[in-house]
């Protein structure tokens, strides 16, 4: 049977997209079930890329038709009995919640339309899935939760620690990354700063203004990403909101110590395998980086107890989770 997955159309190339690659891939997927990737023509940035996107959805062929993330909207084109909508976070709905119109619309045809939609409804974590009973209502009482999987890709790689001008990596540049708060902690540190994702002006400004030395990179393949991560020594992940955290997974896989966010579901992704901050107070982060870097001990535990939680989220348990919901829709019988 063939299962379409649906994605966005996006430059970035990880995230969602490297998610849902490395399901198709899983060796239980692909003998039980045959599943093709398909990307829209437009990213949803008006309401005529939008309706292009419906007719294209529509156009489409399959016995199941999953809906990876972000165009949650394409299930209103699908026919009901045969669509998973996965939906990795409420962002849309938390960055608009002071603008009305805005914050209607998002909720009707990203959230609350789809969801009556779709037959199966999934998320990525249980404080997604909380947010969603919160802010959509009853209609949430439907999503499961799946958890997203560590790329295969990312295996241990351990190297020496530079204590001295240690080479930090910070994973994402929007306003909930909190790029700002740790370029502020930085004041005075010295290290390498490696910021994936497109800076602002004031973002540059603010670097160059507290000397820190620094090298920023844009819609990077899996596999540039991975070396990042292979040639840092920490790994910043200090947001002030997330459905799941990901880059948290990756770096513990390759045997980096993490800097995160002491909320959820960062702490529960993250387990003991992570130094937790407030993400709001500059001189917490600071003390988090301080003690990463100069107490080894506390560092290799970090990392010995990353080793162990990722364990919790490879690509065999995910996949098997996503082939019985397939399963439970009568496609077959894995």
């Known amino acids: 049977m063939t299962i379409l997955h649906l994605l966005r159309s996006s430059g970035t190339g990880h995230s969602i997209e490297t998610v849902f690659s490395d399901v198709r891939w899983g060796p239980f997927i692909n003998k039980n079930f045959t599943v093709e990737p398909v990307t829209m023509p437009c990213i949803s940035r008006d309401w005529q890329s939008v309706w292009r996107n419906l007719r294209f959805a529509r156009q489409q062929q399959a016995d199941v038709f999953h809906i990876t993330g972000d165009v949650h909207y394409l299930a209103l084109a699908l026919p009901k009995s045969r669509t998973v909508l996965t939906i990795h976070d409420a962002i849309p709905l938390v960055r608009n919640r002071h603008r009305p119109l805005r914050y209607a619309l998002f909720w009707l045809l990203w959230y609350y339309w789809p969801m009556r939609r779709a037959s199966i409804v999934t998320t990525v974590s249980e404080k997604s899935r909380q947010e969603l009973l919160q802010r959509v209502g009853r209609v949430a009482r439907k999503v499961v939760v799946v958890a997203n999987p560590v790329g295969s890709l990312f295996q241990y790689c351990p190297q020496p620690v530079n204590t001295r001008c240690p080479t930090l990596l910070h994973i994402g540049t929007a306003p909930h990354k909190n790029l700002t708060r740790l370029i502020q902690a930085l004041d005075g540190f010295a290290c390498r700063l490696i910021i994936v994702g497109p800076l602002t002006d004031s973002d540059k400004a603010e670097l160059n203004h507290r000397r820190i030395v620094y090298e920023n990179y844009v819609d990077l393949p899996q596999h540039q990403l991975l070396n990042l991560y292979k040639t840092c020594d920490l790994v910043s992940f200090v947001s002030t909101y997330e459905g799941f955290g990901l880059p948290i997974l990756e ?51 970090l990392v010995a107890n990353g080793l162990v939680n990722v364990k919790k989220f490879t690509i065999s348990q995910i996949e098997r989770y996503y082939a019985a919901l397939y399963a439970s829709m009568g496609i077959s019988d894995p």
């Open 251 to 301: 770096a513990q896989a390759v045997g980096r110590p993490v800097l995160t966010s002491a909320i959820s579901p960062l702490r529960e992704v993250a387990g003991m395998g992570a130094h937790f901050v407030d993400p709001t107070n500059i001189q917490d982060i600071r003390a988090g980086l301080e003690r990463i870097c100069g107490d080894v001990a506390y560092r290799e535990t």
